[in-house]
């Protein structure tokens, strides 16, 4: 379950110049070569939504179901949205020992730092989350719903959260 390409090695100085650019590459190929295989919205996890420095501001999980994931996305180069992603028949998989409350999703310095996208057996895909300053969580789900909201510079520094 762990990230393949953007693992915490990467994200936080720990490879060479050389391996931290060969990793990103393999990254960059494997979206344009995974693409073409993903469909029911989980295209947009690689062609339009940049979760980058993303901020959850809720996570509501019913296993085998739904998960639900608000997140506020963006900077003040382009402005601010929260981004709302339903994964449909989700299964949430999180690192060995950890729980949805070790994660500390919710913490004003919990970011989100990367994401990686996969297809799994059946017609199901994978999205892989690395978060800052640590954790990391999967799902694998069948397709997705993104709906989006304006959002200002002021709720960057709000933590207004809901439940999880």
Known sequence: MPMTWLTHEWATGGLSHEE??????????????????????????????????????????????????????GDMQVGYEFVELGY??????????????TLSLFDAETEIISDEVDVAAAGRFVHRVLLWPRGEYEVEFTS??????????????SRGLAGH
């Not at 997705?144 to 304006?150: D, F, G, P």
């Open 88 to 101: 449909v028949d989700a299964e949430l998989r999180l690192e060995p020992g950890s729980t949805i409350e």
């Open 20 to 73: 931290y650019e060969e990793r990103w590459r393999l990254h960059l190929a494997h979206r344009v070569e995974v693409l073409p295989r993903l469909s029911g919205g989980a295209e947009r996890l690689v062609d339009g939504i940049d979760l980058h420095d993303g901020m959850v501001r809720s996570f509501e999980y019913l296993p085998r179901d739904m998960l639900t994931c608000r997140v506020l996305i």
């Open 144 to 157: 997705l719903t993104e709906n989006r909201e304006a959002a200002t510079s002021a709720d960057r520094f």
